[in-house]
């Protein structure tokens, strides 16, 4: 009981953190907002890794890095990370190198404040919306060719269940064959021990790793490798996450 109280007495200030945090980085955010692309991405990614450096130490999850060595000098890659928690996102955004954008829910730039960085930190697409899904693949093929990484959840929602990784879809393994883009694996560790799975409002600080992998090359690559593709990713992340989680 007394570790749920205090769960929830953490969490009460890490959001507190955050929203004052972010009112600090709001303005010069939303004044490059109004650059043309790529700019206003690289300057979100490159401030938003600033503001992660402070804020993570302060509610006592650092992050630890591990892999990006393996980010070629101006190449572009399809990156796909596991799902485990809502703190996913601005932790992988920020110390994935160079600009990158992920896929969001059009709904989330409807709250204020959050619109402008969701907008130019993602691709904004509506799920319910066949032509909103189609032109979100538009827009992220666009973002590669701008030189834009694109960074994808293959399990589409957090995993809440007791496997590493849930089953992947299609999605971010079509988007790297049809641009002949390179497609990097990446892994959160500890993310699930800080907001668990099945508790409302509950958080617990932990040291956080991301680790970066070799990317894997698409070129030559159809269709009809996807499926070998997806399941050769999946057997790497598998692998790698159950040989570390209890490492880290």
Request: aromatic share 12%; net charge positive; glycine share 6%.
């Amino acid at each position: 009981m007394l570790k749920n109280i205090l769960g929830r007495i953490y969490a009460l200030y890490a959001l507190l953190l955050f929203a004052t945090t972010m009112l600090i980085v709001f303005i010069p955010i939303w004044i490059a907002s109004f650059w043309p692309e790529p700019t206003p991405s690289a300057f979100f990614v490159a401030l938003g890794r600033r503001w992660m450096n402070i804020y993570l130490p302060l509610i006592g999850c650092p992050a630890r890095l591990k892999g990006q060595e393996h980010f070629a000098p101006g190449q572009t890659y399809v990156i796909v990370c596991n799902h485990n928690a809502l703190m996913d996102i601005p932790v992988t955004t920020g110390y994935v190198p160079g600009a990158n954008k992920t896929l969001a829910k059009a709904s989330m730039a409807k709250i204020p404040l959050f619109s402008v960085l969701y907008k130019i930190g993602s691709i904004l697409v509506d799920r319910s919306s066949e032509a909103s899904r189609k032109q979100s693949v538009v827009d992220m093929k666009h973002a590669l060719s701008l030189g834009i990484h694109m960074l994808l959840y293959p399990e589409g929602t957090r995993n809440r269940t007791p496997e590493p990784l849930k089953a992947f879809y299609d999605g971010a393994f079509a988007l790297a064959i049809d641009t002949q883009t390179p497609l990097m694996p990446s892994l959160l560790f500890n993310t699930r021990k800080i907001q668990p799975p099945g508790k409302t409002f509950f958080a617990w600080p932990h040291p956080i790793h991301y680790h970066i992998l070799p990317p894997i090359p698409t070129t030559g690559m159809t269709r009809d490798d996807l499926p070998a593709l997806k399941e050769k990713v999946f057997k790497i992340m598998w692998d790698y996450y159950t040989t570390n989680q209890d490492k880290l």
